[in-house]
């Protein structure tokens, strides 16, 4: 039985859509992403909902729009519980959607849609940043 493919998303925020070598742009030099993209698959025509880092990371991950997942702003641990500033737990996520295919996820960067300091949404593990907030 064939193993199945291995599975690398990557997301950066505030980064212009051409800048990267193999998008196009002539001063940027970015060989290791240039090998990834010549391998994979790049969503070229993807949209992003939301100029704000949570709900853009949210909408990525569930495929939906911030109305409909309910990340509506950036997550502070200041208001964990508040609506809107975190991503629901009963929220399916892509990371849930590899989980039960048998794929063991991890996620390393920014996470800040709610309880940052722990896996979840189908992730097992994590290096993850987390957001101290200011007093």
């Known amino acids: 039985m064939p193993r199945p493919p291995k599975v690398l998303l990557v ?16 001063l940027v030099a970015t060989p290791r992403l240039d ?4 391998a994979g698959v790049c969503f070229e025509t993807a949209y992003c909902p939301s100029p704000v880092c949570s709900p853009a990371c949210a909408s ?5 729009y911030p109305h409909a997942h309910q990340q509506l702003r950036n997550y ?5 519980a508040e ?9 399916v996520t892509i990371g849930d ?12 960067g920014c996470w800040h849609l709610g309880r940052d300091h722990e896996p979840q949404h189908g992730f097992d ?5 987390r957001y101290l907030g200011a007093g």
Not at 12 to 21: H, I, K, L, W
Not at 35 to 38: D, F, I, M
Not at 60 to 64: F, M, R, V
Not at 125 to 129: D, F, I, K, Q, V
């Open 11 to 26: 997301m950066v925020d505030q980064m212009r859509y051409d800048t990267a070598g193999f998008a196009g742009h002539p």
């Open 35 to 38: 090998g990834l993209a010549s």
């Open 60 to 64: 990525w991950l569930t495929g939906q």
């Open 76 to 80: 502070t641990p200041q208001r964990p």
């Open 83 to 91: 609506p809107g500033a975190h991503l629901p737990p009963s929220t």
């Open 97 to 108: 959607h590899l989980a039960s295919a048998g794929y063991h996820g991890g996620m390393v």
């Open 125 to 129: 593990w994590w290096h993850a940043y």
